[in-house]
C-alpha cells in the first residue's frame, strides 16, 4: 500500500520578474512501513515537497495523498496521521526535554498516563534523562534538536516527517538517533527523510531519491546510486602528484591538502607505483555516496542555487 503518493506536484514561489520553481511535475510514491531518505543540495525543493506533504504549504499544481487522503482538500483528515520535524524547529525557551515531549502528546489527544510512560520511554531511548529536566534555554543545539525528535517520534504517528533530524548533533548523538528512527519503522511508520549526512541516508534508508533544481534525478538504493559512477575505487593522495597526473585515470577533485582519485580497480597497481616513485602517500578505498551524489548533480550538497 502507498503511504505517500506525489502526482505532477509543482510549487512557484513569487519573485522578481517570474516566479521561481521549486517542484517542477515531481512524481513520487513511497510505500507504506518504509524509511525513505530525499537527498538534494540547499533549495533543491526537499523541504517544500515536506511542508506540502504535510499541509503546512500549498502547492501550485498537481496533488499529493497521504494514506489516500487528499493533503490540500483533507488536511483534517491527514493531520492526525503525521508528525514533523521541521528544519527550522525550535523549542520552546522555558521547557525541558520531558515537559515538550509530555505536552506535545497530550495536545495530540494521547490520555495522561500514556503520555507519561511514553515521554519516559523516549527519554531513556533518546539518551536525554540526565537533562530532561532542564530549561531549554540552558540545552546545546544538540540537545535541543534531540528534543524536537524525541517529541516527534514518541507521537509513533504513521507517517514521520524528519526534515534534517539530526543537524547538530555529535556523532555519538546522531547514532542513538538512528536506532530509535529504526526501532519507529520498525513499529510500523513510515519515515521521509532528509539529511545532508550522506552516511546518515545510506545507514538509515531502504530507497533514496536525489532531487535538483525541483527535478527528481534519481531513485534507488544508496548502492545502485553508487554503481552509477563506473568507478569502484576511491584514491586519496596526499604531497607528490598533480591533478594533471591523476586526470587520465579518473575523475579528480581536491579535499583540503589531498588529491582524491575515483578510478577503477585495474589502474590501482600502476598509481601504486606512481605514488611510491613520487613520494606521495596514497589510501585506497570504495567509493562514498557523496561522491555518487557530486557525480549526479555536478556540485556539493551543501552549494546553494
Given at each position: 500500500?502507498?503511504?505517500?503518493?506525489?502526482?505532477?506536484?509543482?510549487?512557484?514561489?513569487?519573485?522578481?520578474?517570474?516566479?521561481?520553481?521549486?517542484l517542477d511535475?515531481?512524481?513520487?510514491?513511497?510505500?507504506?512501513?518504509?524509511?525513505?531518505?530525499?537527498?538534494?543540495?540547499?533549495?533543491?525543493?526537499?523541504?517544500?515537497?515536506?511542508?506540502i506533504a504535510?499541509?503546512?504549504?500549498?502547492?501550485?499544481?498537481g496533488?499529493?495523498?497521504?494514506?489516500?487522503?487528499?493533503?490540500?482538500?483533507?488536511?483534517?483528515?491527514?493531520?492526525?496521521?503525521?508528525?514533523?520535524?521541521?528544519?527550522?524547529?525550535?523549542?520552546?525557551?522555558?521547557?525541558?526535554?520531558r515537559?515538550?515531549?509530555?505536552?506535545?502528546?497530550?495536545?495530540?489527544?494521547?490520555?495522561?498516563?500514556?503520555?507519561?510512560?511514553?515521554?519516559?520511554?523516549?527519554?531513556?531511548?533518546?539518551?536525554?534523562?540526565?537533562?530532561?529536566?532542564e530549561?531549554?534555554?540552558?540545552?546545546?543545539?544538540?540537545?535541543?534538536?534531540?528534543?524536537?525528535?524525541?517529541?516527534?517520534l514518541?507521537?509513533?504517528?504513521?507517517?514521520?516527517?524528519?526534515d534534517?533530524?539530526?543537524?547538530?548533533?555529535?556523532p555519538?548523538?546522531?547514532?542513538?538517533?538512528?536506532?530509535?528512527?529504526?526501532?519507529?519503522?520498525?513499529?510500523?511508520?513510515?519515515?521521509?527523510?532528509?539529511?545532508?549526512?550522506?552516511?546518515?541516508?545510506?545507514?538509515?534508508?531502504?530507497?533514496?531519491?536525489v532531487?535538483?533544481?525541483?527535478?527528481?534525478?534519481?531513485?534507488?538504493?544508496?548502492?545502485a546510486?553508487?554503481?552509477?559512477?563506473?568507478?569502484?575505487?576511491?584514491?586519496?593522495?596526499?604531497?607528490?602528484?598533480?591533478r594533471?597526473?591523476?586526470?587520465?585515470?579518473?575523475?579528480?577533485?581536491?579535499?583540503?591538502?589531498?588529491?582524491?582519485?575515483?578510478?577503477?580497480?585495474?589502474?590501482?597497481?600502476?598509481?601504486?607505483?606512481?605514488?611510491?616513485?613520487?613520494?606521495?602517500?596514497?589510501?585506497?578505498?570504495?567509493?562514498?555516496?557523496?561522491?555518487?551524489?557530486?557525480?549526479l548533480?555536478?556540485?556539493?550538497?551543501?552549494?546553494?542555487?
Open positions: 500500500m502507498e503511504a505517500l503518493s506525489a502526482v505532477h506536484l509543482s510549487k512557484d514561489y513569487p519573485a522578481r520578474g517570474r516566479p521561481v520553481r521549486a511535475e515531481v512524481d513520487l510514491a513511497l510505500e507504506k512501513g518504509r524509511l525513505f531518505a530525499f537527498l538534494g543540495r540547499n533549495g533543491a525543493g526537499k523541504t517544500t515537497f515536506i511542508k504535510a499541509t503546512l504549504l500549498l502547492p501550485t499544481a496533488s499529493v495523498t497521504l494514506f489516500g487522503h487528499d493533503v490540500v482538500r483533507e488536511p483534517a483528515k491527514v493531520r492526525p496521521d503525521l508528525a514533523i520535524v521541521p528544519q527550522e524547529g525550535r523549542p520552546f525557551f522555558h521547557l525541558t526535554p515537559e515538550h515531549i509530555r505536552e506535545y502528546l497530550l495536545v495530540r489527544g494521547a490520555a495522561s498516563e500514556s503520555a507519561r510512560d511514553r515521554t519516559e520511554q523516549m527519554v531513556a531511548a533518546m539518551g536525554l534523562g540526565p537533562y530532561a529536566d530549561p531549554s534555554y540552558r540545552l546545546s543545539g544538540g540537545l535541543q534538536q534531540r528534543t524536537l525528535v524525541a517529541m516527534i514518541a507521537t509513533r504517528a504513521p507517517f514521520l516527517f524528519l534534517e533530524p539530526t543537524l547538530g548533533m555529535d555519538f548523538a546522531r547514532r542513538q538517533v538512528w536506532e530509535v528512527i529504526r526501532e519507529a519503522v520498525r513499529a510500523g511508520s513510515t519515515v521521509l527523510l532528509t539529511t545532508h549526512y550522506l552516511d546518515e541516508a545510506e545507514q538509515l534508508s531502504e530507497e533514496l531519491a532531487i535538483e533544481g525541483g527535478h527528481v534525478l534519481y531513485r534507488g538504493t544508496a548502492e546510486l553508487r554503481s552509477t559512477l563506473h568507478r569502484e575505487v576511491r584514491l586519496q593522495f596526499t604531497g607528490g602528484v598533480t594533471d597526473d591523476l586526470a587520465p585515470h579518473g575523475r579528480v577533485y581536491a579535499d583540503r591538502d589531498r588529491l582524491v582519485l575515483l578510478t577503477t580497480r585495474a589502474a590501482v597497481r600502476g598509481l601504486t607505483e606512481l605514488a611510491l616513485e613520487r613520494g606521495s602517500e596514497m589510501t585506497v578505498g570504495p567509493v562514498t555516496l557523496e561522491e555518487a551524489f557530486l557525480e548533480v555536478g556540485r556539493g550538497i551543501e552549494e546553494g542555487t
